[in-house]
């Protein structure tokens, strides 16, 4: 199973998810590599290669510090606490720790911030091009098992707790030390150093003429992490785009929500993590500051009495729940006790056809579960082998799920999903089951659905054209919040002292020229067929005629016969008479029907029904 990903825009509410969870025991053996800040470096070629364009084409370097801009300015916004890096190698001058030759250490492991994104704007274009010349100048004597030291010695200084380290190598050259074995023997030995401590290697390689061939070198460099497969790799990025797909889809975070048991039966069970593939993106939430210095003020909750003004103690409160005008007192402990249903996991009950499975049965968005290695040995190809015998079968899992021990049971289907990548080998659908949460018979609700007015044939033909012609292909990532966008461009915009901020492009609103032009004289042509020849949307009410006395003239009054009532009853049209009308009925047959004209509708058919 190759590399998958899973797009977080904000993680407020995830990250304590992740520390609640550590103290179910068993369940958080492997936890431990999770806690901790997610660090990234960037470790960039800057070889004369890498600055040579074909044509009008983005050179090498441009393209590589604009997606580590893009890296940053996300960072900012999604987890500004991570820690990224920029290193070169293959400059003249040098600067590192270890004082390797012709390797600069541009930005240590930090925090993103607007000054460090100023900083690689000015690498950018043909201006860009001659700073770096002169500031780093160019020499191909490099090697790249220092490069790779200087790396493990960023990670090294870091203070603070490090839960995943990454290392993205951007290079064009797929040979770098083709004839310097010594040289190329360090890479290797560096490379199963990092692989040993924990440290991924990615390799980012970009288009070079002739092609670029990773078996000369970089596969036996490339060290990925325990769910990722190194079989299958992406080709080499000629484009920014496919540039940026493979960053972000490797940079992205895959942090579980839980690692639990899937239980087939009482004597087998497999270790999976479960991972929120979508999850609702909000605006960070504004930080309170003191006036006078702008430092971030912290906020205390009390409880006082209410009758005395004393301060209270957590172990001088209890919780009451009302039940028959009379309160039932609480101890913390049975309030806890309360919450727990079971003990964590995912149980089988059996499986059903997909087909079984209904839109309607949506209750909130589904989770997705990936095999556990690192917890139960063997849940990898005990997973696969559940998954490929779903997918032939075509059937889902049904299972009774408990996230935590103080979260009821829930009902849940586990819908397999076989793994999916594009022309250039980028994974775009992960292997796994998603977790569909299904509706308990308390949740459904019994709607009294209006009768159905029946349409003419033409009438609906007429309407598949329109709907054939406004057809479009949908996919969710092409459509952003533009709330959320203009809000991260104003404060990109007061970061980076811009101007003023770039405006976002709302694609939610309809594109009406372009509508009007492919439909032409098919809406005039349905509103002929469906509304009379009068009918005006845009068209003001007609005010009643006032007599010479002042006083409103009374319309007169539409008669329908019983013959013609009991027509409509049986057709089910009677939503097309008019609410007077409706109510001269009722009151012609002695009904009450209420104001509405549903009400009216309904008690005319049952007059009609009975009689």
């Excluded at 490069?147 to 200084?157: G, K, Q």
């Amino acid at each position: 199973m190759s590399e998958w990903v899973s797009y977080y825009r904000s993680e407020g509410p995830e990250e304590e998810e992740d520390e609640q969870h550590e103290e179910d025991g068993g369940q958080a053996v492997a936890d431990y590599k999770f806690s901790g800040r997610d660090s990234l470096i960037f470790l960039v070629d800057a070889s004369k290669a890498m600055f040579e364009s074909n044509g009008d084409e983005m050179t090498p370097f441009d393209m590589t510090i604009q997606c580590i801009r893009t890296v940053y300015t996300s960072k900012i916004i999604s987890s500004d606490r991570d820690l990224l890096s920029v290193v070169f190698y293959g400059t003249e001058n040098n600067k590192n720790s270890a004082d390797f030759k012709h390797i600069y250490v541009l930005q240590e492991l930090d925090n993103p911030g607007a000054k460090r994104v100023l900083e690689l704007d000015q690498y950018k274009g043909d201006d860009g091009r001659v700073l770096f010349r002169e500031t780093f100048g160019h020499n191909a004597d490099y090697s790249l098992g220092e490069a790779l030291w200087a790396c493990s010695n960023l990670f090294s200084d870091v203070r603070v707790r490090l839960s995943h380290k990454r290392i993205m190598l951007f290079t064009n050259e797929d040979d770098p030390h083709g004839n310097d074995s010594a040289k190329a023997k360090l890479a290797r030995t560096k490379a199963g150093d990092l692989r040993d401590t924990g440290i991924i290697l990615d390799l980012m390689h970009l288009k070079k003429p002739g092609g670029f061939d990773i078996s000369l070198f970089y596969r036996d460099i490339i060290n990925t992490a325990d769910d990722e497969d190194l079989g299958i790799q992406p080709e080499a990025s000629e484009k920014l785009e496919h540039l940026m797909k493979k960053v972000r889809a490797k940079e992205t975070k895959k942090r579980t929500l839980v690692r639990l048991n899937l239980y087939l039966n009482k004597d087998l069970s497999l270790a999976v993590g479960v991972y929120n593939l979508v999850q609702k993106a909000y605006k960070p939430y504004p930080v309170k500051l003191y006036r006078e210095t702008n430092e971030p003020v912290k906020t205390k909750t009390r409880t006082f009495n209410g009758k005395t003004g004393s301060l209270l103690l957590p172990s001088d409160t209890k919780r009451a729940q009302t039940y028959g005008n009379r309160q039932i007192v609480l101890e913390k402990e049975e309030t806890e006790e309360l919450k727990r249903f079971d003990s964590p996991g995912l149980f089988l009950m059996g499986f059903k056809p997909l087909s079984m499975l209904k839109q309607h049965h949506h209750i909130k968005p589904s989770q997705f579960i990936y095999p556990e290695e690192s917890l139960v040995s063997g849940s990898t190809t005990l997973f696969n082998a559940l998954l490929i015998k779903c997918l032939e079968k075509e059937v889902m899992a049904l299972c009774r799920y408990t996230a935590r021990r103080n979260t009821p049971p829930r009902f849940v289907a586990l819908v397999p999903q076989e793994e999916e990548v594009d022309e250039q080998k980028v994974q775009i659908a992960p292997p796994g089951f998603h977790i569909i949460f299904l509706p308990y018979a308390d949740d459904k609700r019994n709607v009294d659905f209006t009768e159905k007015v029946p349409a003419a044939r033409e009438q609906v033909d007429k309407m598949k054209e329109i709907i054939q012609k406004l057809r479009f292909k949908y996919r969710t990532d092409s459509f952003e919040n533009p709330v959320l966008q203009q809000h991260f461009r104003n404060l990109e915009a007061l970061a980076l002292d811009m101007v003023e901020p770039e405006q976002a492009e709302d694609l939610t609103m309809p594109k009406a020229e372009e509508m009007n032009r492919r439909l032409g004289n098919l809406v005039d042509e349905f509103k002929q067929l469906v509304y009379p020849p009068d009918y005006s949307p845009d068209g003001k009410a007609v005010k009643r005629k006032q007599t010479s006395d002042g006083q409103t003239e009374k319309r007169p009054k539409i008669e329908v016969s019983k013959d013609e009532l009991q027509s409509h009853v049986q057709k089910g049209t009677l939503g097309k008479l008019t609410v007077p009308v409706l109510k001269d009925a009722c009151r012609l047959y002695g009904l009450k029907g209420g104001g509405k004209k549903q009400e009216l509708v309904d008690a005319l058919t049952e007059y009609f029904n009975e009689h």
